[in-house]
């Protein structure tokens, strides 16, 4: 028997009736960013009302069921959770009261397609760097040098991120005391990097074939970002025991404890100001919800766009700051079911990066020419998880089934022109480039795994136009913003805005990812608690 669609629905629908008189805060968005936003201050004891306009919650991290099958829509595997040492470990233990049980993926958990050339990333520090020197043997200088200049990363985006909530005059007296520097590679692009330490063209393709985790070829991304996500994963991958939805089922309970709630089907149309700051928020169903802290998970350019009080003075500032900034790769993703288990079809329990060649920019940038999709349309990257492999407790949900997602790159200008009509119901033209990129997702899968040709139950493919029905993202964008460096420069993008009583959270905040984004719930309640909030983060990290 498998699960019904009702489980996946996390969270409780919305209804004006069913609220509190009084919340201590209200969030805009049930993502990872706004839950975990949510679970510290709870902890804190504020009552919290999240509102969700989708009809479950979890954002990027819900799950969806069709035909009997289940997948989840942006989590695909997780780094750091093998430890429970590790910062994003604790956190995730500390908002799930430790109910979040995390499996791993193969030692190779990332596999590489390069033009005819293969290369798998191995799980732990020293396999992870032997790995490379063996496929390199003449670039362990340079490998070296690359793992020391992740490190220097590191060290210094702890203080970007502390400063992210530092007081403006505490922060210059903290430049003119610090005898640290930054490192010049927090402003470069990876490839600028990569490329003072090596000419080798397919070492550097392999160090960044994991390019995709935040949409930007080596040349346009920073190296901040190339820097965390590598890192993240060079311990492995672990996937949620469970699935996705998981996450919000855990993390749910813990603001309920305090008197908050999470409701789904919620949708807000406007955060309300006067003179002072903040007033609440008003429903689509015009209802008011009043409260002095509004925390957006919504992303800045909902937030400062669309949601904003257009009379709000400061709101003139932010939009003119959004000039700086902007976002991040659109994609498409075919959600695929097949009546078998995961163990009878041999499905790995690792990820495939698939390339045309080493030259990442050369075919992005010929991608990035093609306002319609044409056979002839060259795919820079494609990207292949087997979900159903990595969750143990697939099988006793779904007996007999195994699922598998497959993820490229797309240009939202495909779909524009259906954009103004009904999801479900865009027409004929709609559905047919649907199927057309449907087939060609699958060659890819079946050049792979040629025995899964017949096996095909159920296949189901999401566009940039699904992307912004169900999490507001207009152009389909899946990580937020550009993680380009000017993007580490802005400092406007940080939890406590020039709004009294408005703050930031999520993906926008720090980084991409689930980790990214849960690590910028836990600085937006830090500020917002005050001593409080400092002394969770210490409870956080040192149990104590």
Not at 24 to 49: E, H, P, Q, R
Not at 310 to 337: F, H, N, W
Request: glycine share 8%.
């Amino acid at each position: 028997m498998t699960t019904s669609a009702s489980t996946l629905r996390v969270g409780r629908r919305y209804r004006a009736n069913r609220l509190e008189p009084h919340y201590d805060a209200v969030v805009i968005g049930s993502g990872i960013g706004g839950l975990t936003t949510a679970a510290c201050l709870a902890k804190m004891g504020k009552k919290v009302c999240v509102l969700e306009q989708h009809y479950t919650a979890g954002g990027f991290t819900h799950s969806y069921e069709r035909n009997g099958y289940e997948w989840d829509v942006g989590v695909h595997y997780i780094g750091d959770m093998g430890s429970r040492r590790s910062t994003g470990r604790r956190l995730f233990d500390y908002i799930t009261n430790g109910d979040l049980k995390w499996a791993p993926m193969n030692d190779e958990f990332d596999r590489a397609f390069i033009g005819d050339k293969t290369f798998g990333l191995q799980a732990g520090k020293v396999a992870y760097r032997q790995a490379l020197v063996e496929a390199f043997p003449a670039e362990e200088q340079a490998i070296d040098q690359y793992l020391a200049h992740m490190r220097s990363i590191k060290k210094a985006m702890q203080s970007h991120t502390i400063g992210k909530i530092t007081p403006a005059w505490l922060k210059k007296i903290s430049s003119l005391l610090s005898t640290s520097k930054t490192p010049k590679a927090f402003s470069q692009t990876t490839r600028e990097v990569l490329e003072s330490l090596t000419d080798n063209q397919m070492l550097i393709a392999v160090l960044t074939c994991q390019w995709g985790d935040c949409g930007m070829p080596p040349a346009e991304s920073s190296f901040v970002i190339h820097s965390l996500i590598a890192q993240h994963y060079m311990h492995g991958g672990y996937y949620p025991i469970g699935g996705a939805s998981q996450m919000a089922q855990t993390i749910i309970p813990v603001i309920q404890s305090a008197g908050g709630e999470v409701f789904t089907y919620a949708s807000v149309e406007q955060i309300l100001t006067n003179n002072t700051g903040v007033t609440g928020v008003r429903m689509a169903d015009g209802h008011t919800i009043k409260a002095s802290t509004v925390i957006s998970n919504a992303g800045v350019f909902n937030t400062f766009n669309h949601l904003l009080d257009s009379t709000t003075p400061q709101r003139a500032d932010y939009l003119e700051k959004l000039k700086d900034v902007s976002r991040s790769m659109a994609s498409i993703c075919l959600y695929i079911g097949i009546k078998d288990t995961a163990e009878n079809l041999q499905l790995p329990k690792t990820n495939f990066w698939i390339y045309p060649n080493e030259n990442y920019e050369a075919v992005c940038d010929t991608f990035k020419q093609s306002p319609r999709y044409t056979e002839e349309t060259v795919l820079p990257m494609v990207y292949i998880s087997f979900p159903s492999a990595k969750d143990p407790d697939f099988i006793n949900r779904y007996p007999g089934k195994a699922t598998i997602e497959i993820v490229a790159p797309c240009m939202h200008e495909w779909f524009a022109e259906w954009q103004d009509k009904p999801w479900g119901d865009r027409g004929d033209d709609y559905n047919a480039l649907k199927e057309a990129l449907s087939q060609r997702l699958l060659t890819y899968l079946f050049e792979k795994l040629p025995h899964l040709k017949d096996n095909i139950d159920f296949y189901e493919l999401s566009t940039t136009l699904s992307t912004d029905f169900f999490c507001r993202y207009q152009e389909g964008e899946i990580y937020g913003l550009q993680h380009d460096p000017k993007r580490f420069e802005q400092q406007w993008l940080k939890p406590k805005t020039d709004i009294k009583g408005l703050y930031l959270t999520g993906q926008d905040v720090l980084s991409c990812g689930v980790v990214g984004a849960m690590m910028a719930g836990l600085i937006t309640a830090v500020q917002l608690g005050g001593f409080k909030g400092l002394a969770l983060a210490k409870k956080i990290f040192t149990g104590k």
